[in-house]
């Protein structure tokens, strides 16, 4: 059923959480592809250099941690697990991403770490839903 399954993660308990159902429903489903992906807000222009390269480097360090947390929680599944670090507005990010790997099902935590938005899910998790290519399974 579903057959490409991506994962989105910011480091949050409630992605934590999703990582760990996305991997049990990639046992059940026997994916072809599982694909990890963490985004993260740009990095502000006016910050010039050499801030800007650290910024960057330090942004891209906290995603690979997030990433190899995510990896570790997933644990065993029987396919590869590929991962992804993307830069921009993290739901329009997962949203490209879905649509670009053609992604059978989105799994995310209901409330990440970003902004206080919205009350039952995070302003994230809403948009993704409201404009995703493919079910979306959000988890609490």
């Known amino acids: 059923m579903f057959k490409r399954i991506l994962l989105a993660v910011d480091g949050s308990e409630h992605a934590l959480h999703a990582a760990r159902k996305a991997a049990e429903l990639a046992r059940l489903m026997k994916p072809e592809e599982f694909r990890i992906v963490v985004a993260y807000?740009?990095?502000?222009?006016?910050?010039?250099?050499?801030?800007?390269?650290i910024a960057i480097t330090n942004r891209k360090g906290e995603a690979e941690e997030i990433l190899n947390t995510a990896v570790k929680d997933v644990?065993?599944?029987?396919?590869?697990?590929q991962t992804?670090?993307?830069?921009?507005?993290?739901?329009?990010?997962?949203?490209?991403?879905?649509?670009?790997?053609?992604?059978?099902?989105?799994?995310m935590g209901s409330r990440g770490l970003g902004r206080l938005a919205?009350?039952?899910?995070?302003?994230t998790s809403q948009k993704v839903v409201a404009h995703a290519p493919c079910p979306v399974l959000i988890v609490r």
Do not use: F, H, W
Not at 84 to 107: H, L, M, Q, W, Y
């Open 118 to 123: 919205g009350l039952l899910l995070g302003s």
């Open 84 to 107: 992804g670090i993307v830069e921009g507005d993290p739901a329009n990010a997962i949203i490209e991403v879905a649509k670009t790997r053609k992604s059978d099902v989105i799994v």
């Open 41 to 53: 807000d740009p990095i502000p222009l006016y910050l010039g250099e050499p801030n800007m390269q």
């Open 75 to 81: 644990g065993e599944i029987p396919c590869e697990i």
